[in-house]
């Protein structure tokens, strides 16, 4: 199954400010758990748009229960967890498991650079 995740960055505390934070461009963080079934369900349709969205999204991993200094950090209450970063800021996130669609129309407009402005048509 590891092999299957070459597009997904395995965070941990010590890399997660080079690998999220000091990267230019949009970043998802998957803040997981082993143990959370529906984070099992996620997983996989995370490891598909990585592929799809490889050179245009940077897809990382975090297992909370690893790194309890970084789910404080960002209030993480429940998994999955996805957050959206540009530029070393948190722009969006996203709670629970989400439809395919759902998910699918985040990573895309995660992956268009648009900033979820109130006023941005999306037509």
Request: include cysteine.
């Amino acid at each position: 199954m590891k092999s299957d995740m070459k597009h997904l960055i395995e965070l941990t505390e010590s890399n997660f400010d080079r690998e999220v934070l000091k990267t230019t461009g949009p970043v998802v963080v998957d803040f997981y758990a082993h143990w959370c079934g529906p984070c099992k369900m996620t997983a996989p349709l995370l490891e598909q748009f990585a592929t799809e969205f490889d050179g245009k999204l940077k897809f990382t991993k975090l297992n909370v229960d690893d790194s309890p200094q970084l789910t404080g950090r960002y209030g993480i209450t429940g998994v999955p967890t996805l957050m959206l970063f540009e530029d070393g800021k948190q722009i969006d996130r996203v709670v629970g498991v989400n439809s395919l669609q759902a998910l699918k129309t985040w990573i895309e407009r995660a992956a268009a650079s648009a900033p979820l402005a109130p006023n941005e048509s999306t037509v």
